[in-house]
């Protein structure tokens, strides 16, 4: 099972960029998945989460509004809409995803690591001033 993220790079302050996630060695279809970044000297924070269904989506406060979360299931791909970039979304950006399937968890929950049992190898994102 394997989780790769992919598409980070270099954006100007302002502009946008969509990292993926592609899954493969089983269906993600009805697992949470979620995106994490760290940043350099930093430990690994959440950014945002979508629930199985994708019904529900959460985000960190410091890209509310700027960042979505999406996947496609038929394609087993999760992605990440980064709009308005900032300086300090310069970071390393993970996906993972829940291994269990159909599950509901606290709001809060969805923001911990420990959720998440599948993790890609990371995608940088460096955002120009």
């Known amino acids: 099972v394997q989780l790769q993220a992919f598409g980070g790079g270099l954006v100007q302050a302002g502009g946008s960029l969509r990292l993926s996630c592609a899954a493969s060695?089983?269906?993600?279809?009805?697992?949470?998945m979620a995106w994490f970044r760290q940043a350099p000297g930093k430990e690994r924070e959440f950014v945002a989460a979508?629930?199985?269904?994708?019904?529900?989506?959460y985000y960190a406060d410091s890209v509310k509004g700027r960042f979505t979360i999406s996947k496609d299931n038929a394609k087993n791909m999760g992605y990440l809409q980064m709009n308005s970039a900032k300086p300090e979304d310069t970071a390393v950006y993970y996906c993972?995803?829940?291994?269990?399937?159909?599950?509901?968890?606290?709001?809060?929950?969805?923001?911990?690591?420990?959720?998440?049992?599948?993790w890609g190898q990371g995608t940088e994102l460096t955002v120009s001033s």
């Open positions: 979508i629930s199985w269904s994708g019904a529900t989506t």
């Open positions: 060695g089983r269906n993600f279809s009805n697992n949470v």
């Open positions: 993972a995803a829940d291994g269990a399937t159909r599950r509901v968890y606290v709001s809060n929950y969805y923001r911990q690591r420990s959720l998440y049992d599948y």
